[in-house]
């Protein structure tokens, strides 16, 4: 059990003839063994008043968000007797307690009138006053007490970019703790994020392999980064291969109109050409040239093909076996997307493109995704490495609550899921090997089917048809 009182404690700064007091609120444990104040917190407060960095009103406040805290640690406590639940995980814990209020975790029976729903704001602000504690006492007596539990403060990742975030990041990041704390809990289960549920029906084989489509699109509209948001967008909805755009060039993202001048229709989706990174004679324009990307990039940029390079090289971004459907060694990629992932799309490619711009990227390299945000100079505007998109999906993953490489939330999971909606379309197997790009049915085939048959067989490319619905 714990207690609350405000006691006055003298300050004497040196001098005994000059003491003063100053009013500080203590908490106080209960138990058999008789009342124990918790003097790390009062100590924090006491200097902070002293100091006038806290008003005697804040100081309350953060008493009252510690008496939560341990309110609720002891609630966690008693549903995890094998392993307890550590303190960076039990202040996401809180915030949701505090943001969802009591009812959204009965089984932690907490008092509905503390823990009545707070506004997101306010619970930002008591998030940060607690780490700012933990750190203090952590620092200078090396533990935090709650109850008789002397614990560990280890700043998990999550907390140090949700210490004194905006409030409309906060909850992102408290929110990658979720399935972490909700293992912790053995009665019940909180109201969890749709994304995070188990699918009704059991999947085939190749599904079993692929991403939930709701998953996947939650991951996406969440992705602040163009770069990142349209690369996930091409994988899920464009079936590529992981290393294939970042063999994108600057002129291999077209608008739409460009769609006919490849023997296709206009539709509303860019046309994206997936070519060769090295025997691929299209440099920006459509015709026949005898000079191939390989030279291009030894001409001008005195550089290899990406593929080329050593595997150590951080730059090398490997290419399989793909079939083209164009005589200059490219095939485009057809979207299987509803509209509003389209309209994503095309958004971020025109952001991409003014950053192009307006940093002239082409006088260094010709390719198209890059880094448009990095602390480190060196690595602005180059091109975008592969080990920095696993990364970015990870931390994708994560801001949604979910756990990367579980349950098919992997990149090349995403070339699955794209697979599994064309032939749940109805398209056969050489239809998405033209598509995908497979080299193993067929391939003596010069160049496949036409790309505007493919177009006529993909009923909602937004180019007109009906037909199988695409989830929006």
Request: hydrophobic fraction near 35%; charge should be positive; proline fraction near 6%.
């Amino acid at each position: 059990m714990t207690c609350l009182s405000i006691l006055t404690l003298p300050i004497s700064g040196g001098n005994p003839s000059k003491t003063t007091t100053q009013k500080v609120p203590v908490l106080f444990h209960l138990d058999l063994q008789g009342k124990t104040a918790y003097w790390e917190l009062a100590t924090y407060l006491f200097w902070a008043l002293y100091s006038r960095i806290f008003s005697a009103r804040k100081a309350r406040n953060v008493t009252l968000a510690f008496l939560r805290f341990i309110e609720l640690h002891g609630a966690a406590l008693s549903q995890t007797a094998t392993s307890p639940l550590s303190l960076s995980h039990a202040l996401s814990l809180y915030c949701f307690a505090r943001v969802s209020g009591a009812s959204a975790l009965p089984e932690l029976d907490l008092e509905k009138n503390r823990w009545s729903p707070i506004a997101v704001r306010s619970a930002a602000t008591e998030f940060d006053e607690l780490v700012a504690f933990m750190e203090f006492s952590q620092s200078r007596y090396g533990h935090v007490r709650i109850g008789t539990h002397q614990l560990i403060f280890r700043k998990a990742t999550y907390v140090g970019k949700a210490f004194k975030a905006p409030t409309r990041d906060f909850l992102v990041h408290v929110n990658t703790q979720r399935e972490i704390w909700q293992k912790f809990i053995s009665r019940g289960h909180p109201e969890l994020p749709k994304v995070l549920r188990k699918p009704s029906q059991k999947p085939s084989s190749r599904e079993q392999k692929s991403i939930r489509t709701e998953e996947l699109l939650t991951i996406i509209n969440h992705e602040p980064n163009p770069v990142f948001k349209s690369v996930f967008i091409i994988l899920g909805f464009g079936g590529l291969r992981l290393s294939e755009p970042l063999h994108f060039w600057q002129t291999d993202i077209l608008p739409p109109s460009y769609w006919g001048q490849i023997g296709g229709k206009e539709c509303s989706n860019p046309l994206l050409l997936r070519c060769h990174p090295s025997e691929s004679t299209y440099l920006g324009s459509f015709g026949h040239t005898k000079l191939n990307r390989a030279s291009f990039l030894a001409n001008r940029y005195n550089a290899l093909p990406r593929h080329k390079l050593s595997n150590l090289d951080p730059m090398y971004s490997g290419w399989k076996g793909t079939k083209f459907l164009h005589k200059q060694m490219f095939t485009p990629t057809f979207l299987l997307a509803p509209p509003h992932v389209s309209k994503q799309l095309n958004e971020c490619f025109s952001e991409i493109r003014s950053f192009h711009q307006v940093n002239q990227t082409s006088e260094c390299h010709p390719y198209f995704f890059c880094n448009m945000h990095t602390t480190h100079d060196a690595y602005f505007g180059q091109p975008l490495k592969i080990s920095n998109l696993q990364r970015a999906w990870n931390l994708a993953v994560k801001r949604v609550a979910l756990e990367p490489h579980r349950e098919n939330r992997n990149l090349h999971a995403l070339r699955h899921r794209y697979i599994c909606t064309a032939r749940n379309m109805g398209l056969d197997n050489f239809t998405i090997q033209d598509i995908v790009g497979h080299s193993n049915i067929e391939s003596q085939r010069e160049y496949g089917t036409e790309i505007s048959q493919i177009q006529d067989l993909i009923p909602r490319l937004q180019m007109g048809g009906g037909g199988v619905k695409i989830n929006d």
